[in-house]
């Protein structure tokens, strides 16, 4: 089965700190997502991405959040200034017809 | 708008007993529907899915789900609980208009297979 692949595992940075967390879609699919899992709490909505630019956004994303995709392949969530409450498990996903396929995630410490 | 709404966040069967995880959703258009499975410290895994055609769906794993317009449900069922089974489940749906086609899960339930 395909795979949406995310780097880092885990990553542990400094409050303030910028960080970008890194996703390779699954390479024929158009629709990309990112989604947030605080710990405990149920997986939220932040973006979507089609045709090179947002589709939509939830309220979580807001002017501390960017997306990318830098080279046709690589789907990235920047998030600057990180702050406490950004820890979480950050998921990307990609789709095409109607199935979103998830990577294993990216576990984001702020500290 | 949708939303997703699945009623008890814990729920504990014993090994071989049968497995109910509630589902209710609302949508303004015709849904898509899935359940996912998310086993400790890893990622989503599609269970299943419903997005027209057949209103049972059978998944991975002995799962099954059937869709139900006239109660807007989405119940998943396996007749017998296996203790890996054990894990957190998610509903989700979308749907298939315009370019916006994310996903909204509900807040989850946690299966626990008593041995």
């Known amino acids: 089965e395909p795979e949406v692949t995310q780097t880092p595992s885990h990553q542990v940075t400094q409050m303030g700190q910028e960080v970008i967390l890194r996703c390779v879609p699954i390479s024929n699919h158009l629709y990309f997502y990112w989604y947030r899992q605080i710990l405990g709490q149920k997986v939220e909505f932040l973006v979507s991405f089609y045709n090179n630019e947002i589709s939509e956004k939830s309220e979580i994303f807001d002017d501390q959040f960017s997306v990318e995709r830098p080279d046709g392949s690589n789907f990235t969530l920047k998030i600057r200034s990180t702050k406490l409450e950004d820890s979480a498990m950050y998921f990307c996903?990609?789709?095409?017809?109607?199935?979103?396929?998830f990577g294993q995630g990216t576990r984001l410490t702020v500290v | 708008a949708q939303s997703v709404t699945q009623l008890g966040s814990h729920v504990s069967v014993s090994e071989g007993a049968l497995v109910l995880l509630r589902c209710n959703y609302s949508?303004?258009?015709?849904?898509?529907l899935f359940w996912y499975v998310q086993y400790p410290n890893q990622g989503l895994q599609l269970l299943l899915k419903y997005t027209t055609g057949a209103t049972l769906v059978k998944g991975i794993n002995g799962f099954e789900a059937e869709f139900k317009k006239s109660e807007t449900s989405f119940h998943l069922t396996k007749p017998s609980a296996h203790m890996s089974d054990a894990a957190e489940y998610f509903c989700?749906?979308?749907?298939?208009?315009?370019?916006?086609?994310?996903?909204?899960f509900g807040s989850g339930t946690q299966l626990t297979v008593l041995p």
């Open positions: 996903a990609s789709s095409e017809s109607g199935r979103a396929f």
């Open positions: 989700a749906v979308t749907h298939i208009q315009g370019s916006a086609r994310q996903l909204t």
């Open positions: 949508s303004s258009v015709p849904p898509y």
